[in-house]
């Protein structure tokens, strides 16, 4: 069975930081590429972030420069270390990984940033 876990969601001010984790069970997750996801109220979910098994890291434009992905294969973990937090941010934040073509996610963590 597939756990994903995260963690480290919050309410906080513009300008401000979050670190989230999302703590894997039941994958071989070194090999594996994993991604951070997000869903605002109204709007589609999107890729923020993945790391691959190699390390590259990928991230959507809109947080270019202010979240940064990261992985601790021992620990079976991915964290997304979230910078300069704009209101624009708030939403909820999903781990997935796809493990032989199938798809599986988290139950996501809240992120609200206030103006």
């Known amino acids: 069975q597939v756990y994903l876990v995260e963690s480290g969601g919050g309410l906080v001010q513009a300008g401000g930081s979050l670190r989230l984790s999302c703590a894997t069970s039941?994958?071989?997750?070194?090999?594996?590429?994993m991604n951070w996801y997000r869903q605002a109220p109204g709007k589609q979910r999107e890729l923020v972030a993945n790391?691959?098994?190699?390390?590259?890291?990928n991230y959507v434009d809109s947080v270019k420069g202010r979240f940064t992905i990261t992985r601790n294969n021992a620990r079976a973990t991915v964290y997304l270390e979230m910078n300069s937090l704009k209101p624009d941010d708030t939403a909820v934040y999903y781990c997935?990984?796809?493990?032989?073509?199938?798809?599986?996610w988290g139950r996501g963590t809240q992120v609200t940033v206030s103006s």
């Open positions: 997935h990984v796809r493990r032989s073509g199938v798809p599986f």
């Open positions: 039941g994958i071989n997750f070194k090999i594996h590429t």
């Open positions: 790391i691959s098994e190699s390390g590259s890291t």
